[in-house]
């Protein structure tokens, strides 16, 4: 995937993810984007931690979905974080 693939990838998937927590009006769309990018990392590793197999790298349903649920548990890990902090 090209870098504006991996853009509008990290954006849905970061925009996603934001209306499910509830955490939509604290980001903005370069935030979204970075969530999704890193979602997508996060929920790469622990697809191959779980199954052994690498991650397809596409925008295809199967890899929307494991980007949505790792930038889930990133923004959830970012709050405890911040909870913590305060």
């Given at each position: 995937m090209g870098i504006i693939a991996w853009i509008?990838?990290?954006?849905?998937?970061?925009?996603v993810a934001s209306l499910i927590t509830g955490t939509r009006r604290r980001q903005?769309?370069?935030?979204?984007?970075?969530?999704?990018?890193?979602?997508a990392?996060?929920?790469?590793?622990?697809v191959e931690c779980l199954t052994g197999k690498g991650v397809?790298?596409?925008?295809?349903p199967a890899s929307f979905v494991?980007?949505?649920?790792?930038?889930?548990?990133?923004?959830?890990i970012a709050g405890?974080?911040?909870r913590?902090?305060?």
């Open positions: 509008i990838f990290g954006a849905l998937a970061g925009w903005g769309c370069l935030l979204n984007i970075a969530v999704g990018i890193i979602g990392f996060v929920g790469g590793m622990i397809h790298i596409g925008f295809d494991v980007a949505v649920i790792g930038a889930i548990i990133f923004l959830a405890i974080a911040r913590a902090w305060k």
